[in-house]
C-alpha cells in the first residue's frame, strides 16, 4: 500500500474519531457547528498534504498533523463540554442539538 493510501485510510480513522466525539461530548448547537466546521475545514485542507512529502520526517508531519489535528478538536469539545456543564448547571447530553442533526450524525462528510 502507498503513502497516498495508507493516509486516506488515516483520515478514515480521523472522520471516525470526530465522529465518536461528537457523541461523547453533545455540545449546545452553535458551538458543535463552529468546532465541526472549523475541524472539518483543516481535515479538507490538510487531505493531500501526503502528495507533497519528499522525506519521511515530511510524511511524519503530515501524518501527526492529522492526529493532532483530530485530538486537539476531541481536548476543545471535552473542555467546553464540561465548562459549560459546570457554568450553566445544564448537562447538554439531555438538551436536542437539532433534529436534523443528531449525536449520531455521521463524520462521513468529514475531512474529505
Avoid: Q
Avoid at 49 to 67: E, M, Q, R
Amino acid at each position: 500500500m502507498n503513502p497516498s493510501e495508507r493516509f486516506a485510510r488515516l483520515h478514515d480513522g480521523v472522520r471516525f474519531s470526530i465522529e465518536n466525539t461528537d457523541n461523547a461530548y453533545y455540545l449546545p448547537p452553535l458551538v458543535h457547528r463552529e468546532l465541526r466546521g472549523w475541524v472539518l475545514r483543516e481535515g479538507r485542507s490538510r487531505r493531500e498534504s501526503v502528495d507533497s512529502c519528499d522525506t519521511p520526517g515530511d510524511l511524519d508531519g503530515a501524518t501527526g498533523g492529522l492526529v493532532e489535528l483530530a485530538d486537539t478538536y476531541r481536548k476543545l469539545c471535552r473542555e467546553l463540554f464540561y465548562g459549560l456543564e459546570l457554568m450553566t448547571g445544564t448537562h447538554f447530553a439531555m438538551v436536542s442539538r437539532d433534529a436534523a442533526d443528531p449525536p449520531s450524525a455521521s463524520a462521513s462528510a468529514g475531512p474529505a
